[in-house]
């Protein structure tokens, strides 16, 4: 009759041995029932009030009266997992577990309890009988708890993470389809977020996206969405939007953002904000559109200035160079895994001697027709699509496997910008010199003039590194960034190749005759070789040689071949020395 059963005993209790097994469980919070469904009777381990908190166990004798002391949020209860178990009972019993929070009394606070038990069966073959174990699992509910809040929501801010806004952005965007309404979507970028964190601190910087959450937030509408999207943007749906209402929307999250300092840690600080908007699904119908579209706008919106608001409109012009953009990359891509990016090879002659110096070699795609492609037309397209990076790994192998195949040979290879800090191409040429020695003094690297002036110390540390490994270096398309001599003389090039459009008018123009005279005139006073490239005509190549340019280059000497022609110029070549000599 009595409903509480003492666990089993130690068979002795002196000092030193094992204390009561119900002492036990009640240490590690758990406690074991025995539970008969057919009259509710609800038997209990000797250390149940200890692990429940109550007073008196006989206030829990029943599964009705246990009942009684659970949360009213519990998704589920032992009676709903077992009563409800879709699962028959063999004659082993149904093993269940479910978790839920028990509050003793009001004055105390609920704590989570895992119930894990077996039941068993009657003759009916519903649940008759049913024994488990309670275990208290706070301390494991409270990481569950802030894993599956981290898994939605902003650990910094509080608001959606990414992963949740695109998926409550997702369901928006069908609603809006399927009911033919249209919605909002905006991306708020905070300005300079990485250039207070230089100044402050990142801890400021945290301080500062805190405080814009809670400004946005302020100005939203109830059934509106707010996440962060990435370090300092984030994206606002506001639904049931028109355009006129999105600009006003818009702006009202600017002013909030603007409109008064942000008061830190290090004191009062002011910000600034950029918005991009869209309306969909008028001007995007997938997930993908309205992001990207939206980052556009605000992209669009921050060069025109900071602070601005910019809502995307459908551009006929825009919309033919993205495709031309992805039909570009297709081609790109499709020509390096086919191995269709091949090298052409332009010569560059002693310009008193038109003795052979060495070639450039030049990047050329060929088509699935046979037609090939000039680096003219792919690199700006590379350069603008992030592949770049891949052609210039291609066009080392093609010059390193040439270089190698015909030991006299002597190449000039250009490198795009992106490539000048890539630690994959320096590894590959680092790789391509250390397995060919001799390939390094043959070996010239061109940049343009313009990756030479964007980052003067950066260029610097490049050049010292080529000349390490015992390469040359030249500076391509010279004239046209105006860079000054003295910052050329800063790199320590070994060449200057004085860009053709001042060469092909040289026959006609007296001031490009001036400014190639003068530039040829600085490079040899500072011990620099020239080289003029896109030579046209006999003219043009006298008066260089006249003036002391070192190299002529262009349609008068010869054009790119994709057929290497050392075969023909083996014979007329000068010795290896002598050509290398002269380049140096």
Known sequence: MSTIVPAAQSHSTSAGELPDIAEIAASIGEVAYLWRIDSDALVWGANACKVLNISDAATIASGRAFAGLLGPDNARSRYDTVMNSPLRDGGAGVPYQVQYAIAASPAVTPFWVEDTGRWFAGPDGRPVRAHGMIRI?????????????????DDLTGEMNRRQLIETLGTTLED??????????????????????????????????????????????????????????????????????????????????????????????????SVGGIIAPRHAQTVHDVLSRAHEALHAGKLRRRGAVEVFRPNVERDALRRENMRASDEIIGALNERRILAAFEPVVEAASRRPAFHECLMRIRRADGTLVTATEIMPIAERLGLVRLIDHRMLEHAVAEMTAVPDLQL???????????????????????????????????????????????????????????????????GAGYTSFRNIRKLGVDLVKIDGSFVTPLATSPDDQAFVRTLIALARQLGLKTVAEWVQDEVAAGMLRAWGCDYLQGALIGSASVAPPWSQAASEAPPASATAAAVR
């Open 137 to 153: 699992i706070n301390e494991r509910r409270a990481k569950e708890e802030r894993l599956d809040f981290l898994s939605r929501y």
């Open 412 to 478: 000039s290879l250009n490198v795009s910008p992106e490539s000048i800090n890539d630690g994959s191409w320096w590894s590959a040429l680092t790789a391509s010199l250390a397995s060919h020695p001799g390939i390094a003094p043959r070996l010239i690297i061109e940049i343009t003039e313009s990756a030479a002036i964007r980052d003067i110390d950066e260029a610097r540390d490049f050049v010292a590194r080529l000349k390490d490994l015992g390469c040359r270096i030249a500076i391509d398309d010279f």
């Open 176 to 273: 809006a389809i399927k009911l033919r309404t249209t919605f909002g979507f905006l991306v708020v970028a905070v300005d300079d977020l990485a250039r207070v964190n230089e100044a402050y601190g990142f801890a400021v910087g945290d301080e500062l996206i805190i405080a814009c959450a809670k400004r946005l937030r302020a100005k939203m509408r109830g059934g509106d969405s707010l996440g962060r999207l990435s370090g300092n943007k984030f994206g606002i749906i506001l639904k049931e939007c028109s355009p006129e209402e999105l600009s006003v929307a818009a702006e009202r999250f600017l002013v909030s953002v603007r409109d008064d300092v942000i008061r830190t840690t290090t004191g009062p600080v002011a910000v600034t904000a």
